[in-house]
C-alpha cells in the first residue's frame, strides 16, 4: 500500500486508560501506544451510558474485519475493574461468534508508571501476526 | 458547565485509529497525534465514533464520494451505529458535560465543514487524480448521527473536522484550524458561564 502509513496493529483500550482520572502518577498508556505505533479502539466505560451492548457488537464488528484482513489486534487491561475494564466477558463471546480468536491482553500492573509503561512497550512491540501472513496482506 | 461536569470530545474513529482509513489514506500509522495532543492539553476527555465505512465496506474498501454512500442501506446502517454512540453522547448532555464533536473534514462518511461530492463518480476505480470536489456539507454519517441526536431531543454539538480528506494534507494547517475551533468553543462557554453566574 503505497504512500499508507498505517501500522496494521490495533490496541483495545478501556476507557479508564484512554482518559485516566488522575493523570499524574500513573502509566501514559495513550503515549505508550502511540509511540508503538497502535492505533486504539476505545472501549466505552464499564458504567454511566447504560447497556453498551450494541457498541460492543459495533467494536466486534471491527475486530473481526481487521483480524479477517492481516491487522494484528492486541487488549490492553487494567487491574481493579470489572472484566480489566474491557467488558472482556460480553467481548470475547461477541468475538467467538465471529470466529474471530481472542487477542492476546496485557494488563496493567500496580508497579511504578515508568516499569509499567516499560512492560507494555515491550509487549506491544513483541506481538504481531505470523510473517507468512504479513506478506499475504501487507503489500 | 454545571460543577463536577467534564470536557469531552467524541472524535472520529480515524483520528485515534489510522488503520480504518481507506487504502492510501493513513498519514499516521495508529492515533493522529496532534489532535489528541491538543485535546488532551485542553483538559478533554476523548471518546471514539465508530467508523461507518469500515463495518460496512471493509477495511480494503475503494476510496468514495457522498453520492456513493448516499443510499437507503447505508443510511440504515450508519443509523443503527448512531443508536450505538448515541446514549454515551446524550449521558454526557444530561450530565452537563461540555461536549464537542471533532469529524473528518473531505470524508464522505465523516465529514463536518466539507465532504468530497461528485454525483457521475463510479465504475472502476482508475483515476489517476482526485478529482472530485469539496463542497460545504456533512458526510452521510454525521448526518444521520445529528439526526439520532435531534431524535432524542439533544441539541446540536459544536463540531469541526480535522481537515485530513481535502486533497493535500496539511498537518500544521490542520491543527491551527483545530485551535482557532477550540479557542472560540472555549470562549463561548466561559461567556455563558459568566452570564449564568
Not at chain 1, 468475538?95 to 474471530?100: E, F, N, P, Q
Not at chain 2, 480504518?20 to 500509522?29: D, E, L, R, T, W
Not at chain 2, 468530497?116 to 482508475?126: K, T
Amino acid at each position: 500500500m503505497s504512500g499508507d502509513a498505517r501500522g496494521w496493529r490495533i490496541a483495545l483500550v478501556p476507557d479508564v486508560l484512554v482518559n485516566p482520572p488522575d493523570r499524574v502518577g500513573g502509566p501514559d498508556v495513550m503515549r505508550v501506544v502511540e509511540q508503538e505505533g497502535y492505533g486504539v479502539l476505545h472501549l466505552p466505560p464499564t458504567a454511566g451510558i447504560g447497556d453498551p451492548g450494541l457498541l460492543l457488537a459495533v467494536i466486534a464488528d471491527q475486530v473481526a474485519e481487521y483480524a479477517h484482513h492481516g491487522y494484528a489486534v492486541v487488549a490492553i487491561g487494567v487491574p481493579h475493574e470489572v472484566d480489566h475494564g474491557l467488558h472482556w466477558t460480553r467481548l470475547s463471546a461477541l468475538l467467538r461468534h465471529r470466529r474471530i480468536p481472542l487477542p492476546p491482553r496485557h494488563v496493567i500492573g500496580t508497579e511504578d508508571a515508568a516499569v509499567e509503561e516499560q512492560r507494555l512497550a515491550a509487549f506491544l512491540a513483541g506481538h504481531d501476526i505470523p510473517e507468512e501472513e504479513q506478506r499475504r496482506w501487507r503489500v | 458547565m454545571a460543577e463536577g461536569s467534564r470536557k469531552v470530545a467524541f472524535v472520529a474513529n480515524c483520528l485515534l485509529n489510522q488503520n480504518a482509513k481507506v487504502c492510501q489514506g493513513a498519514h499516521y500509522p495508529g492515533v493522529v497525534t496532534p489532535v489528541v495532543q491538543e485535546l488532551r492539553a485542553r483538559g478533554y476527555a476523548v471518546n471514539q465514533l465508530p467508523c461507518p465505512e469500515l463495518a460496512f465496506a471493509g477495511v480494503r474498501r475503494w476510496w468514495a464520494v457522498y453520492e456513493q454512500y448516499d443510499t437507503p442501506v447505508y443510511r440504515a446502517h450508519c443509523r443503527r451505529l448512531a443508536q450505538a454512540i448515541a446514549p454515551s453522547i446524550e449521558a454526557c448532555l444530561r450530565r452537563g458535560d461540555d461536549v464537542i464533536l471533532i469529524g473528518l473534514d473531505g470524508s464522505p462518511s465523516t465529514g463536518v465543514r466539507f465532504t468530497s461530492s461528485r454525483p457521475d463518480w463510479g465504475g472502476r476505480p482508475d483515476r489517476t487524480e482526485d478529482d472530485w470536489a469539496i463542497e460545504p456539507r456533512r458526510g452521510v454519517w454525521i448526518e444521520e448521527l445529528e439526526a439520532e441526536l435531534e431524535r432524542r431531543g439533544l441539541p446540536r454539538l459544536p463540531a469541526t473536522g480535522w481537515a485530513m480528506d481535502m486533497g493535500r494534507y496539511d498537518e500544521e494547517g490542520s491543527r491551527r484550524d483545530l485551535e482557532e475551533f477550540l479557542d472560540a468553543h472555549e470562549a463561548r462557554v466561559a461567556t455563558a458561564a459568566d452570564g449564568a453566574s
